[in-house]
């Protein structure tokens, strides 16, 4: 059982940036890859980017590519998500979650409790 915390959430001006980072504890970290989603308001949850076991593979979605960047230090059992060139569009609730190198949900088996991030204009 992984037990995954989010935090760095917080409110930026539009072209600013954050750092979330995702602790894990209580499993392998590094049995696992690691992905991040997010949710607006009233919105379905939608995938971000994920990074594989060892770090090597990354993924994105097509909305963040060139802004955002995954990576992970599997010696402090912690991955982050580097956010630049903020938008509006990207004000949600950030989820990262442990799983298999993938971008949907399901395959995914842990998640934290995700932190906030908003984006002004």
């Known amino acids: 059982q992984v037990q995954l915390v989010e935090s760095g959430g917080g409110l930026v001006q539009a072209g600013g940036s954050l750092r979330l980072s995702c602790a894990a504890s209580?499993?392998?970290?590094?049995?696992?890859?690691l992905g991040w989603f997010r949710q607006a308001p009233g919105q379905e949850r939608e995938f971000v980017a994920t990074?594989?076991?060892?770090?090597?593979?990354?993924d994105y979605a097509d909305s963040v590519k060139g802004r955002f960047t995954v990576s992970r230090d599997n010696a402090k059992n912690t991955a982050y998500l580097q956010m630049n060139s903020l938008k509006p569009e990207d004000t949600a609730v950030y989820y990262c979650?442990?799983?298999?190198?993938?971008?949907?949900?399901?395959?995914?088996?842990?998640w934290g409790q995700g932190t906030q991030v908003t984006v002004s204009s």
């Open positions: 979650a442990a799983g298999s190198y993938n971008n949907e949900q399901k395959s995914y088996y842990y």
């Open positions: 209580g499993g392998t970290f590094s049995a696992y890859a």
């Open positions: 990074i594989s076991r060892g770090g090597r593979a990354t």
